[in-house]
């Protein structure tokens, strides 16, 4: 996870959580909030609120437990008008420090390939310098949950059947171009 991608950061320090679980709870400032709906076409995040517990993984590594909740105004993709919402996102993932060992023999296949099992936890994501970016964490998740194509509560699509009848009724009253072959032909062998 790179922190220049991303529009907020706020930075812990990994080796912080040895053998305790730590609480905490970010909530980013307006300019930040500004910068995030910016960066991800949301009209306006009234409330951005992430309560993590930061747990011990294995020798050097961290775990996040816990939850962001946001208050956003977006646009309708229907009617285009602006609507809120809200999300509430559990978030449980784990970060470990870049490992400068290289794969062990088992992991590969005959092929020398590394075989991912889908059904598999996912593995750990990477501490950079010692550094976790809960921002970056925070941002990535939010966007992966946002509606691709939000749609204002009680808004329908409407698909415009009636054009499509019209449209059948006027192709059944021409007449085919192999209706007029026909008759050529059938002129032809009089």
Not at 97 to 126: A, M, Q, T, W
Not at 135 to 149: K, N, S, V
């Amino acid at each position: 996870m790179a922190t220049e991608t991303f529009p907020y950061s706020y930075a812990v320090n990994a080796n912080r959580v040895v053998d305790k679980d730590e609480a905490l709870v970010i909530e980013p400032d307006a300019e930040s909030l500004r910068a995030i709906a910016s960066s991800y076409d949301i009209l306006d995040i009234r409330g951005l609120k992430a309560e993590f517990t930061l747990k011990p993984y294995r020798k050097e590594g961290m775990r996040v437990v816990g939850s962001i909740d946001a208050e956003l105004s977006q646009t309708c993709c229907v009617s285009l008008e602006a609507f809120d919402s809200s999300l509430s996102i559990k978030v449980d993932r784990t970060f470990e420090p870049v490992s400068s060992k290289p794969r062990r023999i088992r992991d590969l296949n005959d092929e020398g390939e590394i075989e991912i099992d889908l059904e598999s936890l996912d593995p750990p994501d990477v501490i950079i310098d010692g550094v976790l970016d809960l921002g970056a964490l925070i941002c990535e998740e939010l966007a992966l949950a946002l509606d691709t194509f939000p749609r204002k509560p009680g808004v329908e699509f409407e698909r415009g059947d009636e054009l499509e009848e019209t449209a059948q009724e006027e192709t059944e009253k021409k007449p085919s171009p192999f209706a007029a072959l026909e008759t050529l032909k059938s002129h032809k062998e009089d």
